[in-house]
């Protein structure tokens, strides 16, 4: 099978520090069944937001896998800025460009964000009559809506109304569309007026199986909290702060570690100035993320309540981890830590919550170890990698077979 992937924004390999995410780790996947892959990528690194190239670039990651980084002005520092989309479009603008003169693929998985790159494959996949599978992993352009006051809502949907239909086109023709939650696909269902039947799918994140491994005995009797994101609008990062300085004062064996870059950064950077029970890690490379999630005795998923997110990343992260997490998303991420006892939960915005939680797991040895051999359980259930890109893979295939 000759198939592209369609994702700007994540780490790639050999240029980037970052760990790899669904789509790196889905290209890597099916060139090792030895299928045919090219990954669609951005020139921008949008970590450390800078670029990696000056010009489009193709080089091949191994026999089987081509990476091709799309090169567009402008770059951008800020998350929710008008380079971003400008820079969103000009990439998708390219990728058409370019993709005119590629041999055809059997098979489009694009993945939505960016809006303009899902609407460019759609475009190109209906044109040729190539299958095209949507793999949503955030509610565009709606996200845009929680990080401004409700008043303002409204401008944002006029401003973005050619984001609105293009995510409309997208989410109600493609061939395939894949939500990485139910409520992610319940959203798209309405959102995109498309019809509930067997070609809309939930496939959650998948994560790398980790080596088990002890975190054995340490020489004091500090707990280790660890939390690490991009440090933007969406993470409760004050919380996590107010509740450090609460617990210097009551329990300072109690340790904070947070890692990232983002909007709120200087909120970190000022706690660490002021708290010594809490450590600013700053962006961590891959090896340095594994040796923080090794080592530490509980994680925060720390999101504000007007975040968007159903299922992400970290949580899924640190069950892999075997780690007893504290978790604000409320909805489907909350009912599985719930339902497998896997974690605790704390109501965003409130340090004293968070505390006092943090507090019974620090305090509780015997909790800690019941809830993280449950998360590992629960992870093994349902987030494996293998398991999840298994499944993507055989939606691939049924596109492929089907057009015939």
């Not at 974690?343 to 305090?363: D, M, R, V």
Request: aromatic content about 10%; hydrophobic content about 40%.
């Amino acid at each position: 099978m000759n198939i592209w992937i369609l994702k700007s924004g994540e780490p790639i390999p050999q240029r980037s520090d970052g760990r790899p995410m669904r789509a790196g780790l889905l290209s890597e996947y099916l060139a090792n069944k030895e299928h045919k892959v090219t990954w669609w990528t951005s020139s921008f690194d949008h970590q450390e937001q800078k670029f990696i190239w000056d010009e489009h670039t193709r080089f091949k990651q191994n026999e089987h896998l081509s990476i091709q980084a799309i090169h567009a002005l402008p770059g951008y520092q800020n998350n929710i800025s008008f380079k971003r989309f400008l820079n969103h479009k000009r990439v998708a603008n390219n990728f058409a460009s370019l993709a005119s003169h590629e041999k055809k693929p059997d098979c489009i998985f694009a993945c939505l964000p960016t809006i303009d790159m899902a609407y460019a494959a759609l475009k190109y996949g209906k044109e040729r009559n190539i299958p095209v599978i949507i793999d949503l992993r955030d509610k565009w352009p709606a996200i845009f809506e929680s990080a401004v006051p409700k008043a303002l809502r409204f401008a944002i949907r006029i401003a973005l109304r050619r984001q609105y239909k293009m995510a409309r086109d997208v989410l109600k023709n493609c061939n395939t569309l894949v939500a990485i939650s139910q409520e992610y696909l319940d959203w798209a269902t309405s959102f995109g007026n498309r019809a509930e039947n067997s070609s809309n799918h939930v496939i959650p994140i998948g994560y790398p199986a980790q080596p088990l491994h002890s975190r054995g005995s340490k020489n004091d009797q500090s707990i280790n909290v660890f939390f690490s994101g991009t440090l933007g609008f969406s993470y409760d990062i004050e919380t996590v702060v107010n509740a450090a300085r609460i617990l210097e004062k009551t329990h300072p064996h109690i340790r904070f570690s947070l890692a990232g870059k983002g909007e709120k950064e200087h909120i970190v950077q000022q706690g660490a100035a002021e708290l010594k029970n809490l450590c600013y890690l700053g962006w961590l490379k891959k090896i340095e993320l594994h040796e923080q999630l090794q080592k530490c005795d509980i994680g925060l998923s720390a999101y504000t309540k007007k975040a968007t997110q159903s299922i992400p990343n970290k949580p899924i992260e640190y069950m892999a981890y075997s780690l007893p997490q504290i978790n604000s998303i409320t909805g489907e991420m909350k009912d599985i830590l719930a339902s497998n006892q896997a974690g605790l939960q704390y109501t965003a915005g409130n340090a004293e919550c968070l505390s006092e939680q943090i507090k019974k797991l620090a305090t509780n040895s015997t909790l800690r170890k019941k809830l993280a051999q449950n998360a590992l359980v629960c992870f093994q259930k349902n987030f494996e990698l293998q398991s999840i890109n298994a499944k993507l893979e055989a939606l691939i295939k049924h596109q492929i077979k089907a057009k015939f």
